[in-house]
């Protein structure tokens, strides 16, 4: 009886139908550290978004794909690993050479690489990347929900779920998580 009382009074209160959609959801069910998830960065896990981190489920933001509106989520949908690349919050040049040093250094391994560009335009991205998959990311949406204020990386599995997150100098975690699954592949 009191269940009918108090749940259509509560069902009502915006905090109580965020939560209980999340719940609904399934998007915080996660996974432990294990042979398939890396344990966390450790720069990114005390200073940035800590909702993503590894072994829980990679979050929908939309981008810009060749000038048209998309979702990372749907570039996600792909069979094996995608490799996020984000170029932070201020990209430069340096920051694209970066970004293509990193992507030359897992080219063979069979992993889809994917750069998220903070720009409106291509043409503001820098021609080190001209042979990348660019997702523009005008409005930040993507880079906030990834806490990605820096070049950061983060490998989603095919399942979607994040495998391993970092910063340009924390590449080893990456190296050792792709050694594991492509021994012969990874230098």
């Known amino acids: ?3 009918k009382i108090v749940l259509p ?3 009502e209160i915006q905090h109580f139908q965020r939560k209980a959609a999340f719940a609904l959801s399934g998007l915080g069910i996660s996974y432990s550290t294990g042979s398939l998830i890396e344990k966390d960065s450790r720069a990114l896990g005390h200073h940035h978004h800590r909702a993503l981190t590894p072994g829980t489920l990679a979050r929908d ?3 810009r794909k060749t000038g048209s509106p998309g979702s ?3 570039e996600l949908l792909c069979p094996g690993y995608s490799l996020l690349l984000f170029s932070g919050d201020f990209p430069s040049d340096r920051t694209a050479n970066l970004i293509s040093a990193t992507m ?9 690489t994917l750069v998220i560009w903070q720009g409106a335009t291509g ?3 820098p021609f080190a990347l001209n042979q990348a998959t ?5 409005d930040r949406v993507a880079h906030l929900r990834y806490g990605a204020r820096d070049f950061t990386w983060y490998l989603i599995r095919s399942d979607q779920y994040i495998a391993a997150r970092g910063i340009e100098p924390e590449l080893s975690p990456l190296r050792e998580y792709l050694q594991k699954l492509f021994s012969e592949k990874v230098a």
Do not use: T
């Open 134 to 138: 660019i997702l523009l990311d005008p």
């Open 123 to 125: 043409e503001s991205v």
């Open 72 to 74: 990372l989520w749907r």
């Open 61 to 63: 933001a939309e981008v």
């Open 9 to 11: 009074i509560f069902s």
């Open 104 to 112: 030359n250094d897992f080219r063979d391994v069979g992993v889809r």
């Open 1 to 3: 009886m009191a269940k």
